[in-house]
């Protein structure tokens, strides 16, 4: 059976973090509009993850247009990831984070706050494209990677649904996270050292005020 690009990048993440959550996100899959409830059918954007509770049961669907899908798919990041494609692949890694950390705080009873969310996904999506990156070139650190998430990128007014501060406190914190691993990174290039992933994955386990101030304490080092 052919795996997808977007099972390809689920397997990334769940690698990266070592997760072990007991569903895919295929199972979740939303691909066309119509098939959105009422309510959710009109938001603009090709990803969004929608999660109820029903008879005490959490419930998700994750949203991701077909179009983009059909694109991410004939240009596969997990083989070159490249201007072509690189805005498809963090549309891509955004939602597979959203559903990851979701079903992961819930599989352990932890509440996750939309904050959290967002900082792992901004995160995720750097990390992610480190590593599509270094597969191509392993020697080369892509030094405007940090640049492009970060800088260059805006917030869509229409996505943002007058939730702008926050996603930019996400994106900031997010930011200042990502610019201290980047040494660490830069060593891998060099020596292969990956020891950083364990850090990698403990931040990740964290509450979500335990990440808010595992990045205080990042700043003031």
């Given at each position: 059976?052919?795996?997808s690009a977007l099972?390809?990048?689920?397997?990334?993440?769940?690698?990266?973090?070592?997760?072990?959550?007991?569903?895919?996100?295929?199972?979740?899959?939303v691909?066309?509009?119509?098939?959105?409830?009422s309510?959710?059918g009109a938001a603009?954007?090709?990803e969004q993850?929608?999660?109820?509770?029903?008879?005490g049961?959490?419930?998700?669907s994750?949203?991701?247009d077909a179009?983009?899908?059909?694109?991410?798919?004939?240009?596969d990041?997990?083989?070159?990831?490249?201007?072509?494609?690189?805005?498809?692949?963090w549309t891509?890694?955004?939602?597979i984070s959203h559903?990851?950390?979701?079903?992961h705080h819930?599989?352990h009873?932890?509440?996750?706050?939309?904050?959290t969310?967002e900082?792992?996904?901004?995160?995720?999506?750097?990390?992610?494209s480190?590593?599509?990156?270094d597969?191509?070139e392993?020697r080369?650190?892509?030094?405007?990677?940090?640049?492009?998430?970060f800088q260059?990128?805006?917030?869509?007014?229409?996505l943002a649904a007058?939730r702008?501060?926050?996603y930019?406190?996400?994106?900031?914190?997010?930011?200042r996270?990502?610019?201290?691993l980047?040494?660490?990174?830069?060593?891998?290039?060099?020596?292969?050292?990956?020891?950083w992933?364990?850090?990698?994955?403990?931040f990740?386990?964290l509450?979500?005020?335990?990440?808010l101030?595992?990045i205080?304490?990042?700043?003031?080092c």
């Amino acid at each position: 059976m052919t795996v997808s690009a977007l099972e390809r990048l689920e397997s990334l993440l769940t690698g990266i973090y070592d997760l072990r959550v007991s569903c895919r996100v295929t199972d979740f899959l939303v691909t066309e509009r119509q098939q959105l409830p009422s309510c959710c059918g009109a938001a603009p954007g090709d990803e969004q993850l929608f999660v109820t509770t029903a008879g005490g049961e959490l419930c998700m669907s994750l949203f991701l247009d077909a179009a983009m899908l059909k694109r991410l798919q004939s240009r596969d990041p997990n083989e070159e990831l490249d201007q072509h494609n690189v805005a498809d692949c963090w549309t891509a890694v955004e939602g597979i984070s959203h559903f990851l950390c979701v079903a992961h705080h819930a599989e352990h009873d932890r509440p996750v706050s939309l904050l959290t969310l967002e900082l792992q996904a901004e995160i995720d999506k750097y990390i992610a494209s480190f590593l599509l990156l270094d597969r191509r070139e392993p020697r080369r650190f892509p030094a405007e990677l940090h640049a492009l998430l970060f800088q260059r990128t805006r917030i869509d007014s229409r996505l943002a649904a007058g939730r702008e501060s926050l996603y930019r406190r996400a994106s900031r914190l997010a930011a200042r996270f990502c610019a201290q691993l980047e040494p660490r990174l830069r060593a891998m290039c060099q020596s292969g050292d990956k020891r950083w992933l364990a850090d990698l994955r403990r931040f990740y386990r964290l509450t979500d005020f335990g990440k808010l101030r595992h990045i205080e304490r990042m700043q003031a080092c």
